[in-house]
Structure formats: C-alpha cells, structure tokens
C-alpha cells in the first residue's frame, strides 16, 4: 500500500484528500504546517508528498529544500500560485510536479501514480566499485558517477534514463514529457529538472556533459 503525506493549511483540503485517497487504497498521513509535517518524517517513510505553497511560518519551497537535503521522495506542490516565477521556484526548490488549486481528485491520483516509484535502499558503493564514469540503475531509480550517487530525485533519473536509452537522438522538451508522462502539460518543467540533473553531474564530474543541447533539435545523451 502506497503511502502518501499531504501538506496544507487548509484543514478541509486534508478532510477532502484523505478521504479519497484512503478509500482509492492509499495509507494517508495529513500535516497542517511544514513543522508538523517534518515531525511525521521523523519516523515513516512516504512514496509521495504533496505539498501547498502558501502556509505560515515555514513555506512550500522551504519546507521542499530542506527535504531535498535527506530524502528524493516524489514532491508535488498542490496550490493556487501558478504564476511564471512561482512555477520556476517550485522546480528550483525541488518539486517534481504543480497541480493548481481548484483541482480535480482523479487529476492529483494520477500525477500522484506518474511519480511514486519503489525505491530500493543501494548497497553498492560498499559492494561494487566502479571506475568515474556514468551508471543508471533503473531498480533503484538512480545514477552514479563511479561509486557516488547524483541523487536524482525520480524525475531526474526518469529524463536521463529515458534520453540515455536513445542515445544520440534529441528530443524536445514537449516529446520528453509526453514520452514519460503521456501529458502535455508543464513543458518548462523539463528545462529546469535537465539544468538540475546537469548540476549534479557536474559536481560530481566537471569534465563530462552526458546531456548536450541542439539547438533547435533539442536534448540529446551523449557520452563524449
């Protein structure tokens, strides 16, 4: 049974939301504020967290950048800001989707089932060393430069893994979406996930590219 957390100050939204998701089989935990919502993740685990902007004391984005520095769970945001710079803020901060308030139950379901995947904890840096280059392991949904993990979160590794598998080819921000997702929906989203996983691989490995730009064309995986 998929777990989920839901993350608003909205007390009603929780009401709604929970009991959807309970009665469509989910395992349902419910925090009216970022606070008591990292005192649940002390102690459980989730496959995806959906989370509102605009809550008092500590916000969406932060609450999401202090998640992104323990946990690559699924993030959603799920709020009324939809404006160009909020959306780009959300991605910034670590959000792997944006549904916008009002919105429907099934929509937010099926965005919820796009994101969760099992994550399996990795034994191998300890158990198989490995020389500095690029390795993707798609049953733990994540990517090494030799023994260090890039920690994607699972959208990342879903673009690199997908763009590593047509080597060679580019492929639009709109053809990477729909590929993945089978929605046309939030396109930008895909520049700024590649400007993230392209952040990471260069910290872990300033001479190498992986994911290039052609002009026009659009991304394509290389590894020269």
Request: proline residues 4%; charged residues 25%.
């Amino acid at each position: 049974m998929e777990r989920l957390l839901f993350v608003d100050d909205d007390i009603e939204i929780l009401s709604l939301n929970r009991s959807y998701f309970t009665e469509h089989g989910y395992d349902v935990d419910t925090a009216s504020s970022a606070e008591e919502a990292m005192e649940l993740l002390k102690d459980r685990s989730y496959d995806c967290l959906v989370l509102d902007i605009k809550m008092e004391a500590q916000d969406g984005f932060e609450l999401c950048n202090n998640l992104r520095k323990t946990t690559n769970t699924p993030v959603i945001f799920l709020t009324v800001l939809t404006d160009s710079e909020s959306l780009v803020k959300g991605f910034n901060s670590g959000a792997d989707d944006y549904v916008e308030k009002p919105y429907r139950l099934q929509e937010l379901e099926m965005r919820i089932r796009a994101r969760i995947s099992p994550h399996i904890p990795s034994s191998y840096e300890q158990k198989h060393p490995a020389p500095p280059a690029l390795s993707l392991y798609p049953e733990e949904q994540q990517a090494y430069i030799g023994t260090q993990s890039l920690k994607l979160t699972a959208n990342e590794f879903q673009i690199l893994y997908f763009l590593s598998q047509h080597k060679g080819i580019p492929y639009r921000q709109e053809e990477i979406y729909q590929a993945l997702w089978g929605e046309n929906y939030n396109t930008h989203s895909i520049q700024v996930l590649i400007l993230r996983i392209r952040k990471k691989i260069q910290a872990a490995a300033p001479d190498k590219e992986y994911i290039r730009t052609q002009w026009g064309k659009g991304y394509v995986y290389t590894e020269s």
